[in-house]
């Protein structure tokens, strides 16, 4: 086995590298924009096959929401033409693909937590090149693994928990959205997840969905992030979507189900606020 990570310098690759280095030391190798552009066709290529990887778990997206409205092109560059770029080398390397993706692919209209099969109608650049390399990498790669999450987050890079716990250590009053409803991910979580995929025995393709488990509004998120950090001085109020200034809509609910996941490959996955508890102890020793 020899596993290619791109993206490795994000949360998740970053987290990617954590966890496989325990538990399949000798058998990664982790690239970013400067070890490898994936947005080159050729460049992938040489690397897949002059490599002999045998699997590729693309960490690696255009995840500026409100800014792919007006950088369509780089979006679509990023989420889509280089998931093609990858595609093609791993399908005529023989190679495994195991891509992230996300919740934005839904409209979040639904009132029960979304399924792999149900209809997508992303309402967002990002959700929509984010699909697009959805559709691009099944139909290349017959047998590729698609991990939907939903609010990542972690020790690393920036993130809603380290933006609320630098506003919460300045103290004052924030304002925050709670008519959107989802389930915070915590990017080691799915690592470990990642992992037991590439371990298991069987390879199922498909589409699976993974967060952490638990629903919460951004304000629900907000408030047990303070409080578990201690954090007294700063007070949380909330507030509808139509009071925070955005150029971009989002999914109003976005939980996801992840029954398929944990049926197929074995998975427990912890509530949100056990993982959260993890993520901020973490942080006072990381950066």
């Known amino acids: 086995m020899k596993v290619l990570v791109t993206g490795a310098d994000g949360q998740l690759g970053r987290e990617l590298r954590h966890v496989l280095e325990q538990e399949i030391p000798g058998k990664t190798i982790y690239t970013d924009i400067n070890e490898l552009d994936i947005t080159d066709a050729k460049a992938v290529e040489r690397f897949i096959s002059g490599n002999d990887i045998t699997h590729i778990v693309n960490c690696a997206a255009y995840t500026a929401v409100d800014k792919a409205e007006e950088d369509e092109a780089n979006c679509l560059k990023i989420n889509f033409e280089a998931v093609k770029n ?27 937590p979304y399924k792999e099969s149900d209809k997508v109608n992303p309402v967002s650049q990002y959700g929509t090149s984010k699909r697009k390399g959805e559709t691009v990498l099944m139909a290349l790669c017959t047998d590729a693994i698609i991990l939907r999450t939903s609010w990542l987050y972690s020790p690393y890079g920036h993130n809603f928990v380290k933006t609320m716990l630098n506003k919460g ?119």
Not at 222 to 239: S, Y
Not at 245 to 261: C, G, H, W
């Open 86 to 112: 990858i595609a093609n080398a791993a399908y005529n390397a023989g190679a495994k693909v195991i891509h992230i993706s996300t919740d934005y692919v839904f409209d979040g209209t639904a009132h029960r």
């Open 169 to 287: 250590r300045e103290g004052g009053k924030l304002r925050v959205v709670s008519d959107q409803i989802g389930t915070p991910t915590y990017a080691h979580d799915l690592a470990g997840a990642i992992s037991t995929i590439l371990r298991a025995r069987q390879w199922a393709p498909g589409i699976y969905n993974f967060s952490n488990e638990g629903v919460c509004s951004w304000y629900d998120f907000a408030k047990a992030i303070f409080r578990i950090a201690g954090l007294k001085d700063c007070t949380v109020a909330p507030i509808p979507t139509e009071d925070y200034p955005t150029s971009v809509s989002r999914p109003a609910y976005s939980v996801l189900d992840k029954t398929r996941i944990k049926r197929t490959y074995d998975i427990a996955i912890p509530h949100w606020e056990e993982s959260l508890e993890k993520c901020i102890a973490r942080l006072e020793t990381v950066e």
